[in-house]
């Protein structure tokens, strides 16, 4: 094959020699096994898993399917039934990666040529025309080998990769000093061991809600780069308030490796039109590895507008352009989108208690983080496609999200990912990629998470929406709190590893990188306590310092009391089932019940299973259809309808913790919950399934996160409605409780209070009530019932959602009837109108239009009223007639 090459701004008439060129390697490779039995097309960027798939050369068992079934997710497909156990093989096995290609300019004119892979996974030996060029052993490297006098006109590259598992197996052996936990993922996981031992996606071995796929390939972009005099590596500029001054500077890094041994000279010119920025800087480059700082200061007299999180106002940015022309007309231009914005993670004395508080501030503003945790798309990143990334993080911000954490398990999520987070207003909290493990510390460990650390940053630090940088996931809990049976004698001795990895390298890296954000060793941790203890605390969780993780599948969700008050809640969840249309897929008849040995083996949290049945049971009645189709189905609605209630009200207790101290707790400014999507279709803590359908839960988010909320709850008897705003100026209000019945769709009381003014950021007491005495205000009214509603609102507008309170469990509720739900679909544009009647009360009305794409106005809510009006927004073009085929609506009663 011959390679166009593509020429890169170097103007080459007029006498002048291109002076670089970039030659794509991406698209069509070729694959062995081990042994050469399999040979293959691969894509690249891909993976092993994936060409096998593509060709259909993994478990050909199609033509056996059901009608219907193949054709939605062949057999084939990794995910489908068993499979992961079934391909375990592919990750044993050592794969090759090949490439024959022609070059048709003469390589030996450039000074430099590299072989560029902006990620390799994982461990492999890459040889050109034969010669060995280079190791890789770290997924999230950028590696550049010099092949200068290797490459040739007519080229052969081969990437063989060593199986990630012998690789950990071997590394782990060899390590006989002490022991690094843990050894093996628990049996239920179906994983591989010794994942710490290599550089590569954590849970890719197996998770609590994800399979074991160690992938093998060639998972980014891979190219030949060729230069003469240098070239551009990274491009890097960070917006920097000077608060003196009240001005705005931008930092614009450009590195180079320069390969001319004379001085380069040149102009940089750096342009911002809309802020009137156009200046022209001299500079020279030295033979070497060098960055060129371009420090630009912003006219007072110019407004800049900054950058918001989603919700508290735009994302505005301004289009740059930075041009180096160099000596002999070597040109580089790189244009990019800069935002501006502050950050600071304020660790402050608070009144009345213990400790500091936790939280962070934007533009000078406290912000409450409300958000959710975000792990790898999928097993195979090739498979995230842009169009997913989209879905899934324009879902973020429809349910009035505006953080995620990527947790540190998965991977440094691609420019796009962030590209995104930048635009759409969603704050990132960036982990490094550790979790739930301690780690080696040898030097070639060592050596490569420099290499990591120092490319990660370069390549994510001009992103506005990451706003911390952390460490790891829970290691330092897990050190501290003795999660491994380690012997204590060796206890100083992970300590040291622990403070080599994230404080003597991470951290001085990341410092020394970008100073324009905070870093947090782990998460969770005790900020600045930990810091002061040698940053290991005794108890990573005390709830006066940092943030916790907080998780209780026990003890009855629906009680507040059951919740930390802390300053900052990182991590907390409660799992459920994707919802049936999702599951089919990916499954057969015989599955379809929640004994089936598939809801066994899709289950990776032990006992998570009947822990879910254990949260229904305290409030909800079991389904005990005899038609099995049916109680599974009912089964899968009523995990969906728990992890809701459950989440909404831990969430809620968060939200309304925000501005008070109670027993010297409280403060709470930010509510993260585990975990916002799915890698497969499993029971998860998450709010979105595999392919981005909406549980129940994410409708409820898009409630619980409101920007203004009313919080009911109950103490001793005592019925307590707080509002929480996080509002930017202060807002006059009013509050509306009502009391339905279950038994009628007849308001039966309602009450509104006199207008009251609730503070910009805060959370206040606006409402109290003995239940008792509010019962006897509403004829016929008993806690089981009757039910309560209540709402914010402004002559005669709404400003919250509705939200309610259950005064008791529902598998007590009288007079709940079995409701007759329909409704009448029609078109408006692109949005489709269902029109919904009811002819009862109906707490939990769940739409479900299978697998057709889209998302509902609202779900799962508490019908108590005659009609109601709901949208659907479809992903992909549908019709009415298809959604009419589909539709299918439950409520609580109907599981009965
Ligand atoms: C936290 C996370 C994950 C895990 C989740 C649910 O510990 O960091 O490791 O999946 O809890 O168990």
Request: with cysteine.
């Amino acid at each position: 094959m011959l390679l166009r090459l593509l020429l890169l701004l170097a103007p080459c008439g007029a006498g002048f020699a291109t002076k670089v060129v970039s030659i794509s390697l991406r698209g069509n490779w070729k694959i062995h096994s081990g042994n050469g039995s399999l040979q293959l097309p691969a894509a690249v960027p891909g993976c092993v898993h994936s060409a096998l798939f593509n060709k259909r050369i993994i478990k050909v068992l199609c033509a056996a399917a059901p009608p219907g079934i193949c054709a939605q997710v062949p057999r084939t497909d990794p995910y489908y039934r068993f499979n992961n156990l079934d391909y375990r093989w592919i990750a044993l096995d050592n794969w090759t990666y090949i490439k024959k290609f022609k070059l048709h300019s003469d390589m030996s004119t450039w000074s430099k040529v590299n072989l560029v892979f902006e990620g390799i996974d994982t461990v492999a030996v890459v040889l050109l025309n034969s010669v060995p060029i280079g190791k890789t052993d770290n997924m999230f490297r950028r590696y550049s080998f010099d092949i200068t006098h290797t490459v040739k006109a007519v080229n052969i590259i081969e990437v063989r990769f060593q199986s990630p598992v012998v690789y950990a197996n071997q590394r782990s052996e060899r390590h006989t000093a002490y022991w690094v936990p843990p050894n093996c993922p628990p049996p239920v996981q179906d994983g591989e061991c010794h994942v710490n031992f290599i550089r590569k996606m954590q849970c890719s071995f197996g998770w609590d809600w994800g399979p074991s796929f160690p992938t093998q390939g060639i998972w980014k972009d891979v190219r030949i780069e060729a230069y003469n005099v240098c070239h551009l590596n990274y491009f890097m500029f960070t917006p920097i308030y000077d608060n003196y001054m009240k001005t705005w500077n931008l930092k614009i890094e450009s590195s180079f490796d320069v390969v001319s041994s004379k001085l380069v000279s040149g102009e940089a010119i750096v342009a911002i039109p809309e802020l009137n920025i156009q200046q022209t800087n001299n500079i020279e480059l030295q033979h070497g590895e060098r960055t060129v700082e371009l420090f630009v200061k912003i006219d007072k007299a110019i407004i800049v507008e900054t950058w918001w999180p989603h919700g508290h106002g735009n994302q505005t940015g301004y289009n740059m352009s930075v041009i180096f022309e160099l000596d002999g007309g070597l040109r580089f231009e790189k244009s990019a989108k800069v935002y501006f914005r502050t950050v600071e993670l304020v660790e402050e004395p608070i009144q009345n208690s213990p400790g500091l508080s936790f939280y962070f501030k934007i533009n000078g503003l406290p912000i409450f983080l409300k958000g959710s945790n975000w792990i790898p798309a999928d097993s195979f990143q090739d498979r995230v496609t842009s169009a997913m990334l989209r879905l899934l993080l324009q879902s973020v911000v429809d349910a009035n999200m505006n953080a995620l954490r990527v947790w540190g398990g998965g991977v440094y999520e691609q420019d796009e990912f962030y590209e995104l987070c930048d635009e759409l207003g969603i704050m990132i909290w960036q982990d490094f990629m550790f979790a739930c493990a301690l780690y080696p510390t040898d030097k070639d460990f060592m050596d490569s998470v420099r290499e990591e650390v120092t490319h990660q940053v370069r390549r994510l630090k001009s992103h506005p929406s990451i706003i911390t940088w952390s460490g790891n996931n829970e290691n330092e809990a897990a050190l501290m709190m003795g999660w491994y049976d380690t012997k204590p004698g060796y206890l100083q001795t992970y300590i040291k590893d622990y403070v080599t990895l994230y404080v003597k390298n991470i951290r001085t890296i990341v410092l020394e990188g970008d100073q324009t954000r905070p870093f947090i060793t782990s998460s969770p941790t005790n900020g600045a306590k930990t810091i002061a203890e040698g940053w290991l605390s005794p108890n990573p969780y005390d709830l006066n310092y940092g943030d916790v993780h907080f998780y209780d599948y026990v003890t009855d969700c629906w009680n507040w009391r059951t919740f930390p008050k802390a300053r900052f809640v990182s991590e907390y969840g409660y799992q459920s089932w994707p919802s049936f249309s999702t599951l089919e897929k990916v499954s057969s008849e015989e599955d379809w019940s929640y004994r089936s040995s598939f809801a066994l083996h899709r289950q990776h949290l032990i006992n998570g299973n009947n822990e879910m049945l254990h949260q229904i049971e305290l409030h909800f009645k079991l389904p005990n259809s005899t038609d099995q189709l049916r109680r599974f189905k009912d089964t899968l609605y009523l995990t969906q309808v728990m992890q809701a209630q459950c989440v909404k009200t831990e969430t809620e207790f968060y939200r309304r913790s925000r501005s008070e101290i109670v027993n010297g707790k409280g403060h709470t400014m930010g509510a993260l919950y585990w975990q916002l999507n799915d890698i497969w279709q499993a029971p998860s803590w998450s709010s979105l399934e595999y392919g981005g359908k909406w549980k129940m839960l994410h409708y409820f988010a898009r409630h619980f996160f409101a920007p203004l909320l009313p919080v009911g709850f109950e103490d001793k008897d005592m019925l307590f409605i707080y509002g929480a705003s996080d509002l930017h100026s202060d807002q006059q209000m009013m509050l509306t409780v009502r009391v339905h019945t279950w038994s009628s769709l007849e308001l039966v009381c309602s009450e509104s209070t006199n207008p009251f003014v609730i503070k910009a950021g805060e959370s206040v007491l606006l409402y109290t009530k003995p239940v008792p005495e509010l019962l006897k205000g509403c004829p016929g009214c008993t806690r089981q019932s009757c039910v309560v509603s209540f709402y914010l609102s402004t002559d005669g507008e709404l400003l919250s959602p509705i939200n309610y309170h259950f005064l008791s469990s529902l598998k007590n509720a009288k007079g709940l009837h079995k409701a007759n739900i329909t409704a009448t679909i029609s078109q408006q544009g692109d949005t489709f109108v269902f029109d919904l009647k009811t002819s009862a009360v109906a707490p939990f009305v769940w739409l479900d239009v299978g697998s057709i794409p889209g998302r509902f106005s609202d779900n799962g809510f508490l019908m108590t009223e005659k009609t109601r009006t709901v949208f659907f927004y479809p992903w992909k073009p549908t019709s009415k007639s298809e959604l009419e085929q589909s539709f299918h609506v439950t409520s609580l009663a109907d599981t009965y």
